[in-house]
């Protein structure tokens, strides 16, 4: 079936750091959705991207919608102590989810 | 506007109890999804409904039902409770495909 694999699984970075992350599937996706989840919650919407090459920016957060149509990457600048969370990208089709990156801030 | 509600937030089933999990969204969305998250893990679908009366199977349907007789309400059933079954429960909806999910605060359940 239909995967998507996010890399890295976990993180730790000093306050301050940007951070990356990547998502990547082994089919095409129209849509891909970053999601951060908090601790006991519900993941919410960070970014929607809709078109491949699509680059696009919501505050600290930037991400991309690869060429490929098969990946997409996540940019955190500066991160602070309340990014600390899991996130997620998620792909329209089928409404899968990946495997999340967790992140932890140090202060 | 409340969102996407869930009920209960927490249970405990003992194997073989059933149970259903409800979810209602007042937002007038037509897709409405369920998933489980087990501990570390990410979200797996598990059904989703395209409108009242239409739904289809996720990832990891097996060992549950749904249904959807009206466009707010979209209610998980578990028939025979099993320990596999213990996860995190997070209902969602949507105006349509491609677009935003909205998440409830999810339902914690443990079978024992």
């Known amino acids: 079936g239909q995967q998507l694999n996010q890399s890295p699984q976990s993180m730790f970075i000093q306050e301050g750091e940007d951070v990356s992350m990547n998502c990547t599937s082994s089919?095409?996706?129209?849509?891909w959705l970053w999601y951060k989840q908090d601790p006991g919650e519900g993941p919410v919407l960070l970014i929607a991207?809709?078109?491949?090459?699509e680059l696009t920016s919501n505050g600290r957060l930037t991400a991309q919608f690869g060429i490929t149509r098969k990946d997409s990457f996540l940019n955190i600048s500066a991160s602070i102590p309340s990014d600390v969370g899991i996130y997620f990208c998620a792909g329209t089709y089928k409404y899968i989810f990946g495997t999340g990156t967790r992140l932890k801030v140090l202060a | 506007n409340a969102g996407v509600t869930q009920t209960p937030k927490f249970r405990i089933l003992k194997i073989g109890q059933s149970m259903t999990l409800q979810c209602t969204q007042d937002?007038?969305?037509?897709?409405m999804y369920w998933y489980r998250q087990d501990p570390g893990m990410g979200l797996k679908l598990i059904y989703y409904s395209v409108g009242a009366g239409i739904t289809d199977k996720g990832e990891v349907p097996n060992g549950y039902n749904v249904s959807r007789s009206t466009t707010e309400d979209f209610p998980l059933r578990l028939e025979l409770a099993a320990p596999s079954q213990t996860s995190v429960y997070f209902c969602a909806s949507s105006y349509g495909s491609g677009y935003e999910q909205y998440f409830g605060p999810g339902t914690r359940l443990t079978v024992t």
């Open positions: 937002m007038n969305h037509n897709y």
């Open positions: 089919s095409i996706f129209n849509t």
């Open positions: 991207l809709y078109k491949a090459g």
